[in-house]
């Protein structure tokens, strides 16, 4: 059962699949709905809806042809990179087309001298790490999927990660787009020029617009030199007040972490059974795990150093450091399989909230608070420098899930989020698990805005119904 109303469903009539085989091509097109499964879901939970046909164009020119005859005709166009997304926005949730872009897939160009990469929306981020890594340079961006999300679904929902800590999200490192428009018509919003004001800044609006206004095909992205040193400093604390306490003081500090995770106890514990690893510490309530970075090995040392030391001053049980690669994926292994690992607790809800960092605490109690009064269980886990939490609500014990409480638990915490302060959408998009909930952090006016800017831009409505607006 979806937990939003759906949009009508639109199915294809055979001469609309004919038209649409003709302009890419008898191998572009999928019909058959065995072969349609993968493209009727995301990581969302556990919904699924199949796509009338999969378009799987290699070109700019061929997305355009399409998305054009879509618009003609009124056909719903669901844009998907590598349908990662945990916020249903890879989803046709109105059948139609779901445009696949995993064709798409090349690096265009590594500019080491202007440090652009430019890339078309398929290629893989961990690819595109390692291309640029080799070269000696670093595209920030990592989101804990990087190894099968595309930069495509990134762009389109403003990813973050755990390196976001120091390096902001993903719209920080876009100078430019290359987008196919709902009437069919290519805009380039941008290119290698580190500076440009021209106009409005459509960059940081197509970023993050989650499929809902144009088709992104391009985009150059700005790289920087590959920090030549990195660390990593684990700290187990024995209460989740005492972990806050050393984020909060770590930054007073004047420290800056190149990531600063936090890790609640029964994350640990079902990630670490699941990789059948030991952890230090155990009973640990919290976890925190630092990376920092820099340019030579007395600057990384004498921040690891210093936040040794505020760690232990905090209350932390032991610090571990690790200034090896081999050791440092040990203390991040645990962290990076909780994604998968909480979907063994049965069926569940993540919710991906953003608060300011002295309200991380009062977020974490809370949401412990409002699954235990519905009878739920709750994990926490995330990015503590930037007050970002994902939170997995599930049934402890499994079985079968009611439907309307699982909603009531959700939108009390949403609630609370806000009175914090806080966001119900921090890194993974608004989609439509999160689109019912919008009005709590935006206000009525922001809203319009967004709904006037889609119809603007979007007037018949086929780019991905059904994701961020109500209406």
Known sequence: MFPVPLPERRDLTPEEVAAITRILGDDSVVVAKDDLQPYAHDWTEDFVLYPALAARPRSTAEVARLVAYCNERRIPVTPQGGRTCLTGGAIPLAGGVALSLERMNRILEIDASNLVAIVEPGVI??????????LGLYYPPDPASRGSCTLGGNLAENAGGPHSAKYGVTGKWVLGLEAVM????????GGKTRKDVAGYDLTALLVGSEGTLAVITKAWLRLIPKPKVSATLLAPFPTLESAARCVAEIHRQGLVPSACEFVDKPCVD??????????????????????????????????????GEIATACGALEVLLATDEARRRVLWDV?????EAVRDLGPSAELDL?????????????????AGEWGFGAVAFGHAADGNLHVHLYREGGGSVDAGR??????????????LGGTVAAEHGVGFTSRE????????????ALLAIKRALDPNGILNPGKVLTS
């Open 125 to 134: 981020t961990q690819t595109l790490h390692e291309a640029v890594e080799e």
């Open 182 to 189: 709902a009437d069919g018509s290519v805009m380039t919003t």
């Open 270 to 307: 079902v990630s670490s059974k699941r990789k059948g690893v030991a952890v230090p510490f155990p009973d640990a309530e919290a976890r925190l795990l630092f990376d920092f970075d820099g340019a030579e090995d007395a600057e990384v040392e004498r921040d690891l150093v210093r936040a």
């Open 335 to 339: 962290r990076r399989g909780i994604g």
């Open 354 to 370: 953003g608060v300011p960092r002295t309200e991380f605490v009062p977020l974490v109690s809370a949401l412990r608070r409002i």
């Open 406 to 419: 699982f909603a009531e638990a959700i939108a009390a915490i949403y609630a609370e989020t806000a009175r």
């Open 437 to 448: 909930h919008l009005h709590l952090c935006r206000p009525p006016a922001y809203r319009a």
